[in-house]
């Protein structure tokens, strides 16, 4: 208490607290524990948001819930329900299609492309700028778009029958069993040239050494792509499968963009049925229940991942 | 005899350049016949929303949809900013635009923030079990969607933020976080060691190297990622239409439900300006940012 004390520099304190430096700040936490604290909050986060949720969802699906969440085990119940439910087969079946298509044609362009490209053309930065302009746009915007233009009463079939091709038919839009295809021909414009920006990305990482040697053996530039350099790029091709499968089983806003799950429910996915069921028809434990198919899919998809990469790396 | 061997093979050379020459410029043709034809398609739907966004309600109707339009008519454009009918108010798709912006800013900082924070925590600094964090991390980007929309639902609800800008901008970041953290660790884990050994020596600590240090050598990464983040959320349409409430609604939900609502003739020429809007920014992001666009998008997919 004396007035013209000077800034005291406390004296160490016999038994004073831990982690306590004479002359500095008191009490300075670790820098390395302070890491790990800033770590906490994202990682409380994600295990509640990612797995805590994931488990809730699983479980429900093993419920009697409906309207509400009820926690009366029900075993099996809301997955035979969904079994016998003709929309659900739909769905599954419609995802693989799509899938199946969507992968496969997505792949093949996007490669086709990076391999057209690699061919040192003019204006390539041009054209690679029109490839891949469509990632940027919403798949609801994508939808809309090719909505519009295979629309029979508007588009395509309107303008060739205007031509004079009155008996022209390109309605798969509103055909039951081709409108599935609609939704592949707006997906593989909106995904093929990611893969060509990955696949070309991995073409301008091959050893010229290799294009060397192909020359000098005389081997044609066809075969050399089929036999050599493809082959190379296996772990960047399956990357985009991956990713592509990814984007299948996410697939809501492309269908409500495009069909609306129609004409009836004949282009429904998975995705839009659990939606439709959490919100609009408010069943969650059927909605639950589809939610843990999908991510069954999804962790065989990775499994199937993982064992690639496994036999990739044993020789 | 090594003269006739030469002269052979030069005899065999020539002929086979001659042939290679005369079947590369038909190869050449082919090459870029299929180039120009492939970027016609990617074209396509891009040319006829905006030739179909400057015609007129009865051009549209009576004529076909690959005619250009007889004039430049904005009128449409117009109408889908301000006047346009969504449901039952008229207030055109400028709410929706605002609405996206105000979603946009949090989550895209926040996010950014956040995931390079982890990052340079799990590749700077000795955290026990770093690998398997970033692996449950990473596992995370997998699961769709649907998987954790309801208990996310009802999570928030119980917080009291359900149907508010907070709950979707706390969505965001959580479905944000495992790629760029991702991105932001592999990014770091390239800094050379001594830099932040030699911060430590001087006494700074975890966060001010952070921000003093580490932040500013970033840009790239930043850039990489908040384009990423930007895009990701701008186009977002089931999150915001789940969590951000009937007033916050982005652009891309207030598209759909312009679209869909039909009072008498539907007038695609407003429709079509209200999507080519929505799709503006991140295409101008695009157009602009090219290279780091494309870096981003690789990158998010191969580290992925």
């Not at chain 2, 891009?46 to 030739?51: E, F, G, N, P, Q």
Request: aromatic content about 10%.
């Amino acid at each position: 208490m004396l007035a013209s004390s000077a800034p005291a520099t406390k004296p160490a304190e016999a038994g004073s607290a831990p982690g306590f430096r004479p002359g500095r700040r008191h009490r300075t936490i670790p820098a390395a524990a302070m890491a790990r604290l800033a770590l906490v909050p994202s990682i409380l986060f994600c295990a509640i948001g990612f797995y805590g949720a994931m488990l809730w969802t699983v479980v429900i699906s093993f419920t009697t819930s409906s309207i509400i969440p009820r926690y009366t085990f029900a075993g099996l119940a809301q997955y035979a329900d969904l079994f016998g439910m003709d929309r659900w087969h739909t769905a599954y079946t419609n995802m693989f299609l799509f899938g199946s298509l969507y992968i496969a044609c997505s792949l093949a362009f996007g490669v086709l492309l990076a391999v057209a490209l690699d061919q040192g053309v003019k204006g390539r930065g041009l054209l690679q700028t029109v490839f891949l302009y469509p990632i940027a746009l919403s798949f609801i915007v994508t939808g809309l778009a090719w909505q519009w233009l295979l629309n029979p009463t508007t588009g395509l079939q309107n303008y060739v029958r205007g031509l004079g091709f009155q008996s022209f038919a390109f309605d798969w839009l509103s055909s039951p069993n081709r409108a599935i295809y609609t939704l592949v021909v707006a997906g593989v414009w909106h995904a093929a040239g990611l893969v060509m920006a990955i696949v070309y990305a991995g073409l301008g990482s091959i050893d010229h050494e290799i294009w060397r040697a192909g020359r000098v053996d005389g081997i044609p530039r066809t075969k050399m792509y089929l036999r050599v350099i493809l082959p190379m790029l296996k772990p960047v091709i399956v990357v985009c499968v991956v990713l592509l499968a990814m984007d299948v089983v996410k697939s809501y806003e492309l269908v409500v963009a495009m069909t609306g799950g129609g004409p009836g429910y004949s282009t429904d996915l998975p995705a839009k049925f659990v939606v439709d069921n959490l919100f609009t028809r408010t069943n969650i434990g059927l909605a639950s229940a589809a939610a843990t198919l999908m991510l069954a899919s999804v962790v065989m998809l990775l499994m199937a991942f993982g064992w690639f990469q496994k036999r990739r790396a044993t020789p | 005899m090594t003269a006739t061997v030469t002269s052979r093979a030069a005899l065999t050379l020539s002929s086979r350049t001659a042939k290679r020459r005369s079947s590369n410029v038909v190869g050449r043709i082919g090459l870029y016949l299929f180039l120009v034809g492939a970027a016609l398609f990617f074209a396509l739907p891009l040319i006829i929303m905006i030739s179909t966004s400057l015609k007129t309600v009865d051009e549209i109707r009576l004529g076909s949809i690959f005619l250009p339009p007889r004039s430049l008519d904005t009128s449409a454009w117009a109408k889908a900013w301000s006047s346009a009918c969504i449901g039952r108010s008229c207030g055109g798709i400028r709410g929706g635009f605002w609405n996206s912006v105000r979603i946009m800013v949090p989550s895209s900082v926040l996010s950014v923030l956040l995931s390079a924070l982890n990052g340079y925590a799990l590749s700077l600094w000795r955290i026990r079990h770093a690998g398997a964090l970033l692996s449950a991390l990473t596992v995370g980007a997998f699961i769709p969607y649907q998987v954790l929309i309801y208990p996310l639902v009802r999570l928030s609800s119980d917080i009291g933020i359900y149907s508010s800008i907070s709950a979707i901008v706390m969505v965001h970041v959580l479905f944000g976080l495992p790629i760029l953290t991702l991105i932001f660790r592999n990014f770091y884990l390239s800094l050379p060691e001594e830099l932040i050994k030699a911060a430590r020596v001087d006494g700074a600590g975890f966060f001010r190297i952070f921000f003093r240090i580490v932040l500013p050598m970033s840009t790239n990464v930043v850039i990489v990622t908040l384009i990423l983040s930007v895009t990701g959320v701008w186009n977002d349409y089931l999150l915001s239409l789940v969590f951000a409430g009937r007033d916050n609604l982005p652009m891309t939900v207030e598209l759909a439900s312009l679209v869909s609502t039909r009072i008498g003739v539907p007038e695609y020429n407003v429709n079509m300006a209200a999507t080519i809007i929505t799709a503006l920014p991140p295409l101008l992001l695009y157009v602009v940012s090219g290279r780091y666009f494309v870096r981003g998008v690789t990158d998010g997919a191969v580290k992925g």
